[in-house]
Nanobody, 124 residues
Framework: QVQLVESGGSLVQAGSSLRLSCTAS????????MAWFRQTPGKGREFVAG????????AYEDSVKGRFTISRDNAENTAYLHMNDLTPEDSAVYYC?????????????????WGQGTQVTVSS
């Protein structure tokens, strides 16, 4: 059973940068694809980015390409989401998720493990 804890969310101004962290425990971190999703009130969780077990082949949702970078440090059991040039449309609760398959799924049912979320608010 993998436990995930996100951190790094904050209130920032448009154009700012943030780095979110997701630290895992209770499992072998390098066995899992890691992904970031986000959710706004009244909407479902939206895929943001994912990364394979070895740290390669990152995948991104179109609206964050070129601004967000997903990475991982398997030695530290931590995944990161580096977010640059933030806009108010990026405001959401950000969740990290893990799945043991070798595919970066873009939908929530494929991810059995989730963190509690961290709030990102971008003011204009």
């Amino acid at each position: 059973q993998v436990q995930l804890v996100e951190s790094g969310g904050s209130l920032v101004q448009a154009g700012s940068s943030l780095r979110l962290s997701c630290t895992a425990s209770g499992g072998t971190f390098s066995d899992y694809v890691m992904a970031w999703f986000r959710q706004t009130p009244g909407k479902g969780r939206e895929f943001v980015a994912g990364i394979m077990q070895g740290g390669d082949f990152p995948a991104y949702e179109d609206s964050v390409k070129g601004r967000f970078t997903i990475s991982r440090d398997n030695a530290e059991n931590t995944a990161y989401l580096h977010m640059n040039d933030l806009t108010p449309e990026d405001s959401a609760v950000y969740y990290c998720a893990a799945n043991p398959a070798t595919v970066i799924w873009h939908t929530t049912p494929h991810y059995p493990y989730w963190g509690q979320g961290t709030q990102v608010t971008v003011s204009s």
